[in-house]
């Protein structure tokens, strides 16, 4: 790797620390510490731009690539913070587990919490970087193929978003369980266009050298969303609060890639 690779990496690991710093005591002060959702979706829009300011590459791909950055990160950070904000001062359920669990040591914890945020936000930038640095003179059927495949992520989950958002919206579907558009054919049709969206990040990376190697920052999505912090809690969570009619949901659709319902 050049040295330009880790001055840049330099610089957008300092940003983001500093980023989630400044939120870690924002929340502190709010006492609500789902706030760094906000900021780790927002994170990218800000690390992105600094990589392309920076950056030797080809300028049309720089362009390319920090526009994909800046649509994911400030489509998603704006949706998350009009929900955090809607139910402020109550926090995310995630965030009420931790606070119980490190009792004690609360601020301590909380800070190394978002610090580790920070370390994620940035190896996940690395396919924005590497596109970035890139200097070949013309872009290749993979990037337009990944950035084919980005659009159809931010399309589908934006479309799921709008959809489950409408659904809430209607005061009739209170204790109901959405199975409007997409979320017919998928429990979690918006997990599923994301991970859509960062296997398309990682397709245009491999045009670039290197670019094959971010192959962990798409599986590592997919795990959080398949193990950890989405489906499992999602889902525990919906169960909890609509019984059998979320389990009867359960046996007939597809958790995560859409398909038809069974019968």
Known sequence: MSYDFWLLIGIGAVVAFLLFALTWLLSLKLNNFSFVDVTWSYALAVIAPVYAWLGQGLPQRKVIAVTMALLW????????FIRVKKHHPHEDVRYEVLR??????LARNFFLFFQAQAVLIVL??????LACLNPAPTLGFVEWAGFALWLVGLSGEALSDAQMQRFKSDPASKGQVCQAGLWRFSRHPNYFFESLVWWGFWLFACGSPWGWATVYAPLMILYFLLRVTGIPLTEECAVKSKGDAYREYQRTTSAFVPWWPKS
């Not at 996940?124 to 970087?129: A, K």
């Open 100 to 105: 119980q669990k490190w009792q004690g040591q």
């Open 124 to 129: 996940l930038s690395l396919p924005v970087l």
């Open 73 to 80: 990160s400030l489509r998603l950070g704006t949706y998350l």
